[in-house]
């Protein structure tokens, strides 16, 4: 069974940067599809980025050219490196995973963190 542990979740002023982490239990190998998800306060839970095997790489448009998903296989590790933060990324910070890539693109993975939460202030 999968299992994954979000962390570095923090309280940050805008413009600052934050780096979270998703560790991944119970499967060590290059084969799943990760991805991040955030849901702000009231609102529905929405997808940010992907990376799946080959490297192959996603993003929505707000997290593009401000977000970098990358993957430490060694440490079983999935990241996201968060510049230029903005209150508006306010949000629960989710890692999410399957073993099927289009699971993940339809915003259904298998696999769920508890998630971590991101605080910006102006």
């Known amino acids: 069974q999968v299992q994954l542990v979000e962390s570095g979740g923090d309280s940050v002023q805008a413009g600052g940067s934050l780096r979270l982490s998703c560790a991944v239990f119970g499967y060590t190998g290059p084969s799943l599809c990760m991805a991040w998800f955030r849901q702000p306060p009231g609102k529905e839970r929405d997808w940010i980025a992907t990376?799946?095997?080959?490297?192959?790489?996603r993003y929505t448009d707000s997290a593009q050219g401000r977000f970098v998903i990358s993957r430490d296989t060694a440490k079983n590790t999935l990241y996201l490196q968060m510049n230029s933060l903005e209150p508006k990324d306010t949000a629960m910070y989710y890692c999410?995973?399957?073993?099927?890539?289009?699971?993940?693109?339809?915003?259904?993975?298998?696999?769920w963190g508890q998630g971590t939460q991101v605080t910006v202030s102006s």
């Open positions: 990376m799946c095997p080959g490297a192959y790489t």
């Open positions: 999410a995973a399957d073993w099927n890539s289009r699971n993940v693109a339809a915003g259904t993975p298998r696999y």
